[in-house]
């Protein structure tokens, strides 16, 4: 069976965009990564149902000016490299996360750098406008990374339809209420310990908790999640690199198995994927770290029945693919150094 995914990059070295990889489940490997269109940066890319993809990107004018936003190709069609149906740029700079709800048809975005979190509304003819636009605010936290400004990296909708926001600059998880025209109504915010650097969030609906990821702190964190008062609360925090680590590390992206039995953590840095088990309670504790076999491993994801997971090395240009045992939960390395350059994100194509 061939399964297809869409990478996100940076394009500061040799990439040019969005490219297409593919996935042989029979022959267990990696294969025929295809160009899908230009733009600068598309770090993170988003699907909706109908097979439109939105990629990040930015636009510089002739002054050095940076102005960011994102694409939106028909993912239906394969003549590629793909142009643009609509683009949006209306933000200071690029965002750093994209997601869409496919029943409200809205887009989200997440400015790192910017510091806003917007909402955008999809017309029947795919066209978008903006629809919502906050701030986030609150005390930054001490290390470096967080001193010039909120930071918020991640935005998606919990289980039960809220929005979730992670700030890494203040170390807040921000809820918010949502209607379908795309307003945000803030609901709960929760405050990290200073300088956890939150980065990602995955969520488990069935143990009512979510596995929150601290890039500058290299910790997973255990929140119980009260559906009912829309609140998260700590639980409990691990470590996701060796104790004795004492080089730079940037925790990355969290996915959660299928079944809740496993959560997982890329380490840029240590370059490893740390794998725990996660009890019926959703305690974690950790059962391996494997190497990604490349240079700065940002983002990863499970194959369609969880049975492979593909790991993108940014710095290396490169991918690796596990093979993953379900009952324990660990990953046995099948491939490396295939070609990616510049890789970021990885979306399973719909």
Same mark, same amino acid.
């Given at each position: 069976?061939?399964?297809?995914?869409?990478?996100?990059?940076?394009?500061?070295?040799?990439?040019?965009?969005?490219?297409?990889?593919?996935?042989?489940?029979?022959?267990?490997?990696?294969?025929? #990564?295809?160009?899908?269109?230009?733009?600068?940066?598309?770090?993170?890319?988003? @699907?909706?149902?109908?097979?439109?993809?939105?990629?990040?990107?930015?636009?510089?004018?002739?002054?050095?000016?940076? +102005?960011?936003?994102?694409?939106?190709?028909?993912?239906?069609?394969?003549?590629?490299?793909?142009?643009?149906?609509?683009?949006?740029?209306?933000?200071?700079?690029?965002?750093?996360?994209?997601?869409?709800? @496919? !029943?409200?048809?809205?887009?989200?975005? !997440?400015?790192?750098?910017?510091?806003?979190?917007?909402?955008?509304?999809?017309?029947?003819?795919?066209?978008?406008?903006?629809?919502?636009?906050?701030?986030?605010?609150?005390?930054?936290?001490?290390?470096?990374?967080?001193?010039?400004?909120?930071?918020?990296?991640?935005?998606?909708?919990?289980?039960?339809?809220?929005?979730?926001?992670?700030?890494?600059?203040?170390?807040?998880?921000?809820?918010?209420?949502?209607?379908?025209?795309?307003?945000? +109504?803030?609901?709960?915010?929760?405050?990290? @310990?200073?300088?956890?650097?939150?980065?990602?969030? $995955?969520?488990?609906?069935?143990?009512?908790? !979510?596995?929150?990821?601290? @890039?500058?702190?290299?910790?997973?964190?255990?929140?119980?999640?009260?559906?009912?008062?829309?609140?998260?609360?700590?639980? +409990?925090?691990?470590?996701?690199?060796?104790?004795?680590?004492?080089?730079?590390?940037? !925790?990355?992206?969290?996915?959660?198995?299928?079944?809740?039995?496993?959560?997982?953590?890329?380490?840029?840095?240590?370059?490893?994927? $740390?794998?725990?088990?996660?009890?019926?309670?959703?305690?974690?504790? #950790?059962?391996?770290?494997?190497?990604?076999?490349?240079?700065?491993?940002?983002?990863?994801?499970?194959?369609?029945?969880?049975?492979?997971?593909?790991?993108?090395?940014?710095?290396?240009?490169? $991918? +690796?693919?596990?093979?993953?045992?379900?009952?324990?939960?660990?990953?046995?390395?099948?491939?490396?150094?295939?070609?990616?350059?510049?890789?970021?994100?990885?979306?399973?194509?719909?």
């Amino acid at each position: 069976m061939i399964e297809k995914y869409l990478i996100g990059t940076y394009t500061r070295r040799i990439s040019k965009g969005v490219y297409q990889l593919e996935l042989d489940t029979d022959n267990q490997k990696l294969q025929n #990564l295809t160009f899908v269109g230009s733009a600068i940066d598309p770090t993170y890319v988003a @699907e909706s149902s109908r097979k439109r993809i939105y990629a990040i990107t930015k636009v510089k004018d002739d002054k050095g000016g940076v +102005t960011g936003g994102f694409h939106e190709w028909d993912g239906n069609r394969d003549d590629f490299p793909l142009k643009p149906i609509d683009t949006v740029h209306d933000q200071e700079t690029s965002p750093a996360y994209i997601a869409v709800d @496919e !029943a409200r048809r809205l887009v989200f975005t !997440a400015n790192y750098h910017a510091g806003i979190v917007c909402t955008y509304k999809i017309a029947e003819d795919g066209t978008i406008s903006l629809a919502d636009r906050v701030m986030d605010k609150g005390t930054l936290g001490f290390r470096a990374e967080q001193q010039d400004g909120p930071h918020p990296h991640f935005v998606n909708l919990t289980p039960d339809n809220r929005v979730v926001a992670v700030d890494l600059g203040v170390d807040k998880v921000y809820l918010y209420d949502l209607n379908d025209a795309g307003k945000l +109504t803030p609901h709960s915010e929760l405050q990290m @310990e200073d300088g956890y650097g939150p980065r990602h969030i $995955a969520f488990d609906q069935k143990k009512h908790v !979510a596995y929150l990821v601290g @890039e500058l702190s290299s910790n997973l964190a255990v929140l119980d999640y009260d559906s009912t008062k829309g609140e998260l609360k700590v639980r +409990t925090i691990s470590s996701t690199i060796p104790d004795d680590w004492t080089e730079h590390n940037g !925790a990355a992206a969290v996915r959660v198995s299928k079944d809740g039995r496993f959560v997982y953590v890329s380490n840029r840095g240590n370059n490893s994927i $740390a794998v725990f088990s996660s009890d019926d309670n959703g305690d974690v504790q #950790l059962v391996q770290r494997i190497s990604t076999e490349g240079d700065f491993p940002r983002d990863f994801n499970f194959s369609d029945d969880e049975s492979f997971v593909i790991c993108l090395n940014q710095n290396s240009d490169n $991918a +690796t693919l596990y093979t993953r045992d379900a009952e324990s939960g660990k990953l046995t390395m099948i491939q490396k150094d295939f070609a990616v350059p510049e890789g970021v994100s990885i979306l399973r194509k719909k």
